[in-house]
Nanobody
Framework: VQLVESGGGLVQAGGSLRLSCTPSISIFSFNAMIWYRQAPGKQRELVATIYLGDRIQYTDSVKGRFTISRDGAKNTVYLQMDSLKPDDTAVYYC????????WGQGTQVTVSS
């Protein structure tokens, strides 16, 4: 399975970005689609999960600011990021449950203060 992320960029604190993730097979082939991020010098962390049955989970630091969603017709999972903070600066990746061994290239999000 190939995973392709896009939508990152440079934004000022308080701004918004929408990330997209498109896998090479149907998003409904997996138990869940997951967004991760990795900041410089830090471990990769799970950010948001959307399950096949529509249950959604967020890490505490993004609750109320980020929204994960999917569009089956476009076979794409989104991460809408609002009220961005400098601490959100990271490379954002998507993956699946069960996890795919080959990660995509990720998309860089840089939030300036």
């Amino acid at each position: 399975v190939q995973l392709v992320e896009s939508g990152g960029g440079l934004v000022q604190a308080g701004g918004s970005l929408r990330l997209s993730c498109t896998p090479s097979i149907s998003i409904f082939s997996f138990n869940a689609m997951i967004w991760y991020r990795q900041a410089p010098g830090k471990q990769r962390e799970l950010v948001a999960t959307i399950y096949l049955g529509d249950r959604i989970q967020y890490t505490d630091s993004v609750k109320g600011r980020f929204t994960i969603s999917r569009d089956g017709a476009k076979n794409t999972v989104y991460l809408q990021m609002d009220s961005l903070k400098p601490d959100d600066t990271a490379v954002y990746y998507c993956n699946t449950d069960p996890i795919q061994p080959n990660w995509g290239q990720g998309t860089q999000v840089t939030v300036s203060s």
